[in-house]
């Protein structure tokens, strides 16, 4: 059976560790890094598959002298553990997500998810009542066109019951510098050592893999997609024009579903670009807030 990633051993490299925490809820453990005046407006950060809170490592510390914010690394996703890979459907772990928001006493006042990230923040508003703005960073909404809808759930479903396959992807990933090719060819995202590093080690970890592994054979975008026209916040789609994972294309398909949508294109940057510009993710950030949570709120 594979390991977790060790917060005393893999952790020590991982960025703002200083406000990270590790959070009990029923079986599982969360790990959250929160900044920011508890009387500030509220921002929840979540990342996407395959990525953890380091994703945010410029971000947050930007949010933070504004808000109040809480960024988790999702189920089974670098040191969160404990969750079930029952509990890896978009709406299990909007639920557990849920759950997470209410043992921290967290109300957020708005929502920005990266790639699937964005999908959640959109199933958390559909199932679970959250009302606020919610921006979308390179959002993976779009199901694949055709046969292959069906084909990489099916895919990734037969990785992961194959207790090989994370391991042999997870040493192939770790070997010299595998990791920063694999991350430039799947993304177009130049990152800086600090993020390169803290992928290398979810790469090479196998209890990782099959944690985003589980997560993608368990995600049924196209569900989601029957169910958008329900969104009635103020939603805001930032998406690279170098995006080598999510072309910019499917993003417009995306923004036309969503009535209350906005997109914005973020000219030569690539799927991460929330890492390779985190200044500039964060002042769009913060300003569709100001356009959407009241004054009371921005000012406390």
């Not at 479903?157 to 770790?174: C, E, H, Q, T, Y």
Request: charged share 20%; net charge neutral; hydrophobic share 45%.
């Amino acid at each position: 059976m594979s390991s977790p990633l060790n917060w005393d051993r893999e952790g020590r490299i991982w960025p703002n560790r200083e406000l990270s925490t590790f959070v009990p809820v029923g079986e599982a453990i969360w790990h959250v890094q929160r900044a920011g005046k508890p009387t500030r407006p509220k921002v929840l950060l979540l990342h996407g598959t395959g990525a953890s809170v380091h994703s945010w490592r410029g971000v947050l510390p930007i949010l933070a002298s504004t808000f109040d914010v809480v960024a988790p690394d999702l189920p089974r996703h670098a040191f969160t553990t404990g969750h079930s890979p029952e509990e890896m459907s978009l709406p299990k772990m909007a639920a557990a997500t849920a759950r997470l928001l209410k043992t921290l006493d967290f109300a957020p006042d708005i929502i920005a998810g990266h790639s699937a990230g964005a999908a959640l923040a959109l199933q958390l508003a559909l199932d679970h009542g959250f009302d606020g703005p919610i921006v979308g960073l390179n959002a993976a909404l779009r199901p694949f066109p055709g046969p292959a809808a069906q084909l990489f759930p099916a895919l990734a479903k037969v990785l992961f019951v194959n207790p090989l396959i994370p391991r042999i992807f997870s040493a192939a990933a770790g070997i010299g510098k595998e990791a920063e090719r694999f991350i430039y060819r799947a993304t177009h995202s130049k990152l800086d050592h600090e993020g390169l590093a803290c992928y290398s080690a979810l790469l090479r970890n196998s209890a990782h893999t099959k944690g985003a592994l589980a997560m993608m054979a368990n995600w049924d975008l196209p569900t989601l997609r029957t169910r958008m026209d329900q969104i009635n916040q103020p939603v805001l789609l930032l998406h690279s024009d170098n995006d080598a994972a999510i072309p910019l294309d499917w993003a417009k398909e995306a923004h036309e579903w969503l009535p209350t949508s906005r997109l914005e294109s973020m000219p030569r940057l690539g799927h991460l670009a929330h890492e390779e510009a985190p200044q500039h993710a964060a002042r769009l950030i913060t300003a569709f807030a100001a356009q959407h949570i009241t004054a009371t709120e921005t000012a406390s």
